[in-house]
Structure formats: C-alpha cells, structure tokens
C-alpha cells in the first residue's frame, strides 16, 4: 500500500470484544444499531439507487402502480358500484388511500424477502441483521414522497386543499412504517426458515386490501364494527391520511381519534413482538439461511 | 499480555445434523404441528461438533495459519471469529477492531458504479464515510481503476472486480483481520499482491489469521499455525512443521475409491471400479504433493454383464478368468476437461504383456510429481483386442499440495507456474568485456 497509515483520533480502537454463547435471555441491543447507523444509510441509498437505475421508465415506473389503480378502481368502485366518497371526488379519495397502503405493502414485500436476498452479507459479514428489513422499510419512503407529488397535483386539479392537519401526515407515515416493519420483522425471520411465506405474501397482500377501507370508507361499516375495524393497523395510517389531506371534503371530517389509537397500540405491539420473535432467531440466520 | 489480539479458549460449535430435518415450509411446519402437536422438535438427530475444544492465542504483529482437509472446522472457527455465527461453547477475546475478509466484493452491487460500490463495500466491512472517504484515492489508485470508476461494476472484467474488491479490503485496516482464501483467487500478479499485503498488515502490528488450502502462501507467510482435523486441534505451533504434519497425515476417511460414472462409454469386458494414490508403501494418500514420489492405483474387474464375444456369445466364466489388455491410459486434466498429461501403456507396450487376473490393481508411478497446487481430474481408458472396452471421463479428482520439488528445502508457489520441470542452473560463460 502506499501512503502512510492515518489515524483516526475519534475513532479509538473499541474495547475488547467477547464473543460467547448467548444466554436464554435475549436483548433487543437497539444500542447496536446505532453503531452501525452508517451500514443502515448506505443499504437504503443502494435500494434507492438501484430500483431507479435500473428501470429505464424510472420515476414513471413508480407512479404506474398507483396511477393505474386509482384508475380501475375508480371506474370499477367509484362509478360502477358508485362507493360513497363524500364530496371528496373517488379518484382523490382512492389515491390518499393507495398512497400509504402501497407504501406499506410494498415495504412488507420487501422486508419478508429482505435477509434472504441478502444471503450473502449475512453469511459473510456481521453486522446487526435488523438493519436488513429496516432498510427496506424505509427505501420504500422514497416512492411514496415522488406519488406524494403527483397526489397533491390531482389535489389541484380537483380543488381540494388540505386542511391543517396534514401536519400530522408525518405521524400517519410513521405508523404505516412501525406496522410494516412490525410484520416484516416475522415475516422476514419466518422466510429464512420456511421459503413458502413468500408464496404466501402476495395472497396475504390482497385479502389485507380489502380488510382495509382503501376502495370504501370505513363510514361504510358500521358504527359497532368500526373499532373492531381498527384493530388492522393499515386503518388508522389510511384513513388518517384522507382525514389529513381531505378533511374538508369528507362526509365525516371528525379526526379518527379511536381508530388511530387502537391502531398505534396494535402495531407497535406487533413491532415489540417482532422484534423479540427477530432477536430470538437472529444467532441462527447464518446457519439455517 | 499486553500485546495479545485474539485469545479463544475452549471453542465449540455443535450443528444438528442427521435424523428427521426440520420441516422446511411453513406448510409442513403446521401439518407437523397438526399431526403431532404433542412433538414439539424431531426427537432423532445427532450432534455433530463442527468445533470442539479449540483454544489458542494471537498476539499482535502476528500471522496464524489455520489448515486442515475439508471440513475440519475451519470456516466454521472463521464464521464464529466474525460473529457471523455463534459458538456453542467456549468464548473469544478479541481486542481491537476486526476486519473479515470471507470473501472480497461482498456485498457488491452489479448496477452501481465503482465509486459506488467502494462506498457501500467499506460500509459493509465496517469503515465510517469519513474514513472511505479519506482513503478513496488510495483505493481506487491501488485497484488501478482511475479511468473507470464511474461505470458500472457490471462491466467490469472479473479482474478489474477483483482489483476493486480486494483494494477496499485491504484499506480496511483493522487491528484483527481474519482471511479466508482470497489468496486462491486472481492471476499470480494480484495473488502476490495479496500476500505483500498481508505480510505488510502484519509488520504494521496487526494480527492476522489466514485460512488457506494454500500450503506456501501458509509456510512463508504465517509464523504460527494450527492443524484442525475434525473440529479438533491436532497441532499447534511453527507454521512449516504444521504444513508438513498435515501433509504427511490428512484424512484417511476420504472417499477417493469410488469411481463418478457419470461420462462412462464403452461397454467391453473390462471395467474400472476404482482409483487411489498411494504412497511407496501402498498406503493411501489424501492428497499428493509436488515432488514427491505418487503411485495411482486403478483397479479393474471383468464383467460378466458386458462381456460379449467378437461372435455375439455371451463369454463364459472360465474364459474370464484372465484377461488381456492391450491398452490402459489415464490422463489427467483440468476442472474445466483440458488435457493435461496422458500416461499410457502406449509407449510400453510390454508392461501387461501376459494374461492379468480377472480382477484386480494395475499401478503407475510418477516419480517427481510435477504438478502444482490445485485440484486435478482423471479420465481412465482401457482397450481389449484394440477396441474400447471402458472409458469414464472424469473418473476421479485428487488433489495436489505445494512440496519441495527441487529439493532445495523451498515450497513451490503461485510464482512456480503450473508444471514443474525439473531443471538446473549455471553460468554458462562470461559476457565478453
């Protein structure tokens, strides 16, 4: 080699390392994670990188999926079953919907296959194996912002200005991103093990659509229901999103209060959970995967 | 002590191996669950330690070879050294930052660019940005890839990849590194750039311990060495007594008997039905070293099933209970079926010139084994009454070690080439003033 070793004066060596067999008892080790946040970035810009690279449509490829089902949905739900959207005009009210539910089913998509696409880091390099399926989690974040654009253009074109709470559009994100990666966590753990959870997904994917008010408003179900309805996390994130973003125009402007706080409970115990379920099957991803 | 990087004291790693496996669909999992709820695991399955009782040391400045056949538990002692995966017993001290080298350019992504690759690389290896960032033109000078670091990796030829991967690595600079054979991949200009940087890693105070099948690569560069034979330390200590033991010792248990039948044509009399390499003594030999004296064995049978007279008519027993051969090659290639050597009863014509029992060895002897390191593959051949009687291509594999084949206490290396002649020097007159 040729230059001189540098040195690095904040980076001292870290202390003695010991390796040993874990006990029954695991710990979630977030700490750890934090050391490796630098791992964590350059995994998402890859996934970033790479799905735009390599699509010669690019960003249209994105915003196909969505645009292309607020289209069928509109026609099939919109005028032929004529779904109650309030004054909020269907496509408006199908795409604030679809814009998180993709951004969800895509990330859970992408974390149940995430460790074993990554077969190779994993029996290769050690690293915390939890940044795997919280990278693809939040790689999905990019698309969402890019259809975000478009929505607020068919916001214009429809007229419909969002009321203030889209202030709390963030918090909805972060809910969709925390049930996400509550499931993908098992899922992804579940995948190293058993291969046929993917074939699985998609089916999983489609009924949990439908489960959740993306195509109908959840004033569509009744009032008893509605909590029961809340116990899938994707409601709240959903219609929290056309609450925020159409407020004005829905027949039923209230804020779903209920409805959200059922649904961050839910999901963040299915993260806690997850993340135990993760940690615990963590030590025998290389040996299995 | 102060200066020790590594210590490991009563390692062990257990696999379940063996018995029932596990289901391995979800779908099985639950018609298990369903079947049997009452059984939770698979009852039958033996342990097996892939590692047992492993202690050593390491200090700084240091480079411990780790050698053993197959399956002795040496990526196993790697994939616990990295954290890769957990050990069942015992435990490690290591004392600084460790870097892995399991395999250079892991990690790497097809679409992304050189510059793009040696950022995400260094990450996955552990390297801060800064630091990448700091050290880029170093790395990307070292790979001496200046012109293309922009273009995607994907256009790369595998030695501009290797070039890349390897300069990422080797930037690394951990207090521990652990390699595991990168030294058997790349032409011989970038295999001794490896070496020259592992010996450098090692005179700049870090600890090293290199896992190769590469027994020079171990000789000249490593000053310890352990022996692993199945999952056990069978020795420990100077690197050129380590080599020679476990060339001399190896694995007795090797299948190297059975035949691959898979290219087999011919169907006359004579049938081959196995090949050994034995040393002087007729004891089988794990593997053969340059230099040395090896004796192939290839045993044959006549076979009654194929056995047909030039008439039609099934040949008797009697009229097989001897046999004659008018011609037996074997010939050694490469993994990829170039030929290499072709030794055949051709050019000696007398050698089986009486009748040969029904069944049994014919032997050929090499003195000098004049291959080097790697793995080769014998195709065998044998003519009854000038026509073929068996031909399987890719009838067996041996392997071969580096020795001392000129005798002069030096072990062959990459630098020897890949056919060793047997050759001296001298001055032949002086250049005219």
Redesign the interface.
């Known amino acids: 080699?040729?230059?001189s070793?540098?040195s690095?004066p904040d980076?001292p060596?870290?202390p003695?390392?010991?390796?040993?067999?874990?006990s029954r008892r695991v710990s979630l080790q977030l700490d750890r994670l934090w050391a490796y946040r630098?791992?964590l970035?350059?995994l998402v810009?890859?996934d970033v990188?790479?799905r735009y690279?390599?699509t010669a449509l690019g960003i249209l490829w994105i915003l196909l999926q969505p645009v292309a089902s607020m289209i069928i949905f509109t026609l099939l739900f919109g005028y032929l079953l004529a779904v109650p959207s309030g004054d909020a005009p269907y496509p408006l009210f199908a795409f604030a919907a679809l814009l998180p539910w993709n951004y969800f089913a895509g990330s859970l998509h992408r974390a149940g296959a995430s460790l074993v696409g990554n077969t190779?880091?994993?029996?290769?390099?050690?690293?915390p194996r939890l940044i795997i399926p919280i990278s693809s989690v939040l790689s999905g974040l990019a698309d969402l912002v890019i259809a975000f654009v478009l929505l607020l253009g068919l916001m214009l074109y429809f007229g419909v200005m969002p009321t203030a709470a889209v202030w709390w559009l963030p918090a909805f994100v972060l809910l969709a991103l925390i049930t996400a990666l509550g499931f993908g966590l098992w899922l992804a753990a579940?995948n190293v093990r058993?291969?046929?959870?993917n074939h699985?997904l998609p089916f999983l994917v489609q009924l949990w659509m439908y489960a959740t008010p993306v195509v109908y408003g959840s004033s569509l179900i009744p009032e008893r229901f509605r909590l029961l309805l809340a116990l899938n996390p994707m409601t709240g994130v959903v219609e929290g999103f056309r609450w925020a973003l159409l407020g004005r125009v829905l027949a039923d402007a209230r804020p779903p209060t209920a409805l959200f706080l059922v649904s961050v409970t839910i999901s963040l115990l299915v993260l806690l959970a997850g993340l135990i379920y993760f940690r615990h099957t963590e030590?025998t991803f290389?040996?299995v995967i | 002590m102060s200066d020790l990087a590594i210590r490991v004291q009563e390692l062990g790693k257990q696999?379940r191996s063996g018995g029932r496996a596990p289901?391995?669909?979800?779908?099985?999992?639950l018609y298990d669950a369903l079947r049997a709820p009452w059984r939770r695991q698979p009852e039958r399955h033996r342990d097996f330690w892939a590692l047992q009782d492993v202690s050593f040391e390491v200090r700084r400045s240091e480079v411990l070879g780790v050698i053993g056949p197959n399956g002795a538990g040496k990526s196993t002692l790697l994939?616990?050294?990295?954290?890769?995966?957990?050990?069942?017993?015992?435990?490690?001290?290591?004392?600084?930052?460790?870097g892995?080298l399991?395999?250079v350019g892991?990690?790497f992504?097809p679409?992304?660019s050189g510059r793009?690759n040696v950022?995400?690389n260094g990450?996955?290896?552990?390297m801060?940005?800064?630091?990448i960032a700091?050290?880029f033109d170093?790395i990307v000078?070292?790979a001496e890839l200046e012109q293309f670091i922009d273009m995607p990796v994907k256009r790369y030829s595998t030695g501009m990849y290797l070039r890349l991967a390897f300069a990422v690595a080797?930037?690394l600079?951990p207090?521990i590194l652990l390699v595991d054979e990168v030294l058997a991949v790349g032409d011989a200009r970038f295999q001794r750039r490896c070496l020259g940087?592992m010996d450098?890693v090692a005179r700049?105070g870090r600890a090293v311990l290199l896992v190769s099948h590469n027994m020079a690569a171990i000789a000249n560069l490593c000053h310890q060495a352990l022996v692993l034979e199945q999952g056990r330390v069978v020795y420990q200590g100077d690197a050129q007594t380590a080599v020679l033991r476990y060339l001399q010792t190896g694995s007795q248990d090797e299948n190297a008997h059975a035949l691959n039948l898979r290219h087999r044509t011919g169907n006359g009399p004579v049938r081959f039905t196995s090949f050994t390499c034995v040393d002087d003594a007729g004891n089988p030999l794990p593997c053969l070293i340059s230099g040395q004296t090896c004796r192939f064995r290839i045993g044959y049978a006549a076979d009654h099933a194929f056995a047909q007279s030039p008439t039609g008519i099934p040949l008797s027993e009697v009229s097989l209970s001897e046999i004659s051969l008018s011609e037996v090659s074997l010939v050694i290639t490469l993994p990829d079926g170039t030929n290499l050597v072709n030794l055949s009863t051709h050019f000696f014509p007398d050698a089986f010139a009486g009748a040969l029992p029904a069944q049994g060895q014919l032997e050929c002897c090499v003195p000098r084994f004049p291959l080097r390191f790697g793995r080769y593959f014998v195709d065998l051949y044998c003519a009854v009454n000038q026509e073929l009687s068996d031909y399987v291509r890719a009838a067996a594999s041996f392997e071969v070690h580096d020795g001392d084949f000129y005798g002069t206490g030096r072990l062959t290396r990459a630098e020897s080439g890949a056919v060793l002649l047997p050759h001296t020097w001298r001055v032949a007159s002086a250049m005219p003033e």
């Open positions: 080699m040729t230059g070793p540098i690095y980076n060596p870290p003695t390392l010991l390796i040993e067999p874990s630098e791992l970035y350059f810009w890859r990188k790479v690279k390599q190779n880091l994993i029996t290769r390099v050690y690293f579940l058993y291969r046929d959870v699985i030590r290389a040996d | 696999y289901a391995a669909t979800l779908r099985e999992a994939r616990i050294l990295s954290r890769i995966t957990e050990p069942t017993r015992g435990r490690v001290e290591m004392r600084g930052r460790v892995s399991l395999e892991t990690g992504h679409e992304l793009e950022y995400l990450a996955i290896l552990g801060r940005r800064r630091e700091a050290r170093e000078a070292f080797a930037h600079e207090e940087k450098e700049a």
